[in-house]
């Protein structure tokens, strides 16, 4: 399991949240964002539009699975400037 905290305003546009959720179910591997005593399943539209934190600059995220580093670095570029 990887785990990275990300910042998230980075760009100076914000990338669509249906990006994120697109690129997260191109990888193999389950990709969450944990915040206090929960986590969101990234894949999931329903779970993001509920749970997911915009306010907070940094995330942090956890890779598990078969593509782990190649899904942290998809998700890496996503935020990237």
């Known amino acids: 399991m990887l785990r990275k905290a990300m910042d998230i305003r980075q760009r ?4 669509p949240l ?3 959720i697109t690129t ?7 990709i969450f964002v944990e915040y206090e005593a929960s ?3 990234v ?3 329903e779970a993001m539009i509920q749970g997911f934190d915009t306010h907070a600059k940094t ?7 078969s593509d782990e580093k190649h899904a942290e670095e998809r998700i890496g570029r996503l935020f990237a400037p």
């Open 39 to 41: 986590r969101v399943n």
């Open 12 to 15: 100076y546009h914000p990338i």
């Open 24 to 30: 997260a179910n191109s990888c193999d591997c389950d």
């Open 59 to 65: 995330q942090l995220f956890f890779f598990n699975g």
């Open 43 to 45: 894949k999931d539209y």
């Open 18 to 20: 249906t990006v994120l």
